[in-house]
């Protein structure tokens, strides 16, 4: 036992609860407010009200499900009718897209040899294509430089280069003017091959849509081959090989990379930059295009300087003088291939010049704007020579066919009635009038119609012959008075007019 004990219970010691307190009447004191606000009275639920929620909610849904879809609808039918005013205005008559086999030779004009009338070759010319390569014929170098020139992200993009699209949008706008432009390498192609050089807007969308077809089937490396074997460089040279051979003398196997690099800058500007006519200029962008070579880590630094200082030589081959009979060629050409048709072979070409007169003729007329051209206020002239039975016998469209090859004995613009003076003093000689006959050159009047001559004045009595050779008005209209317009008419039908 211990000798210790519990204390004695106490029922005070037990915890009291706290005193309630009084109201002065000695009631209890009302519980607290609750803060909350008090409920609303519930309606009780009706089943039918519910029901037209419901309804209200789908039929709110239905509306903006039916906006959309109408707005969607629209929205095709808009995108529908653009694209086919598009079709209609701009791509209906797109060129059809040839075989994979003859796109190496559709619209390939042919080489043309030319003979004068005795048979003697005269020149030759025609577009110069050279062999036909293949990327692996020609060193890497090759292509890579085409790229670099125009169009650096060739394997990285389709027909049509978006990114290069947005970029030159922002950077032609800054400047105010069109200073980059953004056409693939392939929409080159189908320019070159299909269309016209036309700036439009539909050139541009055909030009579009014909890159899309060319990949659509041929690879890459076949668009990239092609536009080698196609390429336009100036000096009526098409292909790299063409082109290798007319500048350098040599086929495009043997390019070293500065020619390589030369050749590529010529497709921006062919005409322009032509290495016949400037070679500086196109040395300058050839720069450029082993500057962006070396950026995208396709030659060496070391490459480019030495690329830099070997500085390519033309062979004698690639200037050759036309001066007498560069018109004359021209023309011949062009007729030559409208008759024989753009993908005729390579053809021999008698012309009707005679080679004597030809010389004289051009001699003649340097002659005269040398002597009589300040004194009359030209700097140029022409001479068009015919037999009797109207065979071409000399055409010279000007002083110097290198200096401009614009020719002005058929391609410059003429007074149509003076054009017409032939045909009026024809059917004159046909009524019986002679060449020596004589007419008066004065005043004229036929109604209100009062005639006068280029220039004004009157020389008095002429020969029918004088007349026409200083194209006397008054007297060709004379003239027709005595022809009547019936004659004339019939004989101009003869002619074909």
Do not use: C
Request: net charge positive; charged share 25%.
């Amino acid at each position: 036992m211990n000798d210790w004990t519990l204390p004695p219970y106490r029922f005070d010691d037990e915890p009291q609860p706290a005193p309630r307190p009084q109201t002065a009447f000695g009631a209890p004191p009302p519980p607290p407010e609750d803060p909350r606000p008090p409920e609303e009275p519930r309606e009780p639920f009706r089943a039918d009200l519910a029901h037209q929620k419901a309804r209200k909610r789908a039929r709110r849904s239905g509306w903006i499900l039916g906006l959309v879809l109408g707005g969607l609808l629209l929205g095709i039918i808009a995108a529908g009718s653009t694209a086919g005013y598009v079709w209609w205005k701009y791509l209906r008559d797109t060129p059809q897209l040839p075989s994979r086999e003859s796109l190496f030779a559709v619209n390939r004009a042919p080489g043309i040899r030319f003979e004068d009338k005795n048979g003697q070759v005269i020149a030759s010319r025609g577009p110069r294509y050279g062999q036909r390569i293949t990327l692996d014929q020609v060193p890497t170098y090759v292509p890579l430089a085409f790229m670099a020139a125009e169009d650096r992200r060739f394997y990285k993009h389709g027909p049509i280069d978006l990114y290069a699209i947005g970029r030159a949008a922002v950077v032609n706008w800054k400047a105010g003017r069109t200073r980059q432009g953004a056409s693939t390498l392939t929409q080159q192609l189908a320019k070159g091959l299909f269309l016209t050089p036309d700036r439009t807007v539909k050139r541009k969308l055909q030009e579009m849509l014909m890159a899309h077809r060319l990949e659509q089937v041929l690879s890459k490396d076949e668009v990239l081959e092609l536009y080698l074997n196609r390429v336009f460089f100036g000096a009526n040279t098409f292909g790299v090989d063409g082109a290798s051979r007319t500048y350098f003398g040599k086929p495009a196997s043997q390019l070293t990379l500065s020619e390589a690099a030369l050749l590529a800058s010529l497709p921006k500007a062919p005409s322009r930059l032509a290495l016949t006519r400037d070679m500086e200029g196109a040395l300058a962008r050839s720069r450029l295009v082993l500057a962006n070579m070396r950026k995208e880590g396709w030659i060496t630094p070391e490459q480019e300087s030495r690329a830099l200082d070997d500085t390519p030589r033309l062979s004698p081959l690639a200037v050759q003088n036309e001066a007498d009979y560069g018109w004359v060629l021209d023309y011949a050409t062009s007729e030559a291939v409208r008759i024989a048709g753009q993908n005729a072979p390579d053809l021999v070409v008698r012309l009707t010049i005679d080679p004597t007169l030809q010389q004289l003729g051009a001699e003649t007329v340097r002659r005269a704007i040398l002597i009589d051209g300040e004194g009359a206020g030209a700097s140029q002239a022409a001479l068009l020579s015919l037999s009797s039975d109207g065979a071409i016998r000399a055409m010279v469209g000007g002083t110097d066919y290198i200096e401009s090859p614009f020719n002005r004995a058929v391609q410059a613009r003429r007074q149509p009635g003076s054009t017409f003076k032939p045909f009026v003093y024809a059917a004159a000689l046909n009524k019986g009038v002679l060449p020596t006959d004589i007419r008066i050159d004065g005043p004229v009047k036929f109604g209100d119609w009062a005639p006068e001559n280029y220039g004004g004045g009157y020389r008095g009595p002429m020969s029918v012959e004088q007349a026409l050779v200083t194209s006397t008005n008054t007297i060709a209209v004379k003239l027709g008075q005595e022809a009547g317009g019936p004659a004339i008419g019939a004989l101009v039908r003869r002619f074909g007019i």
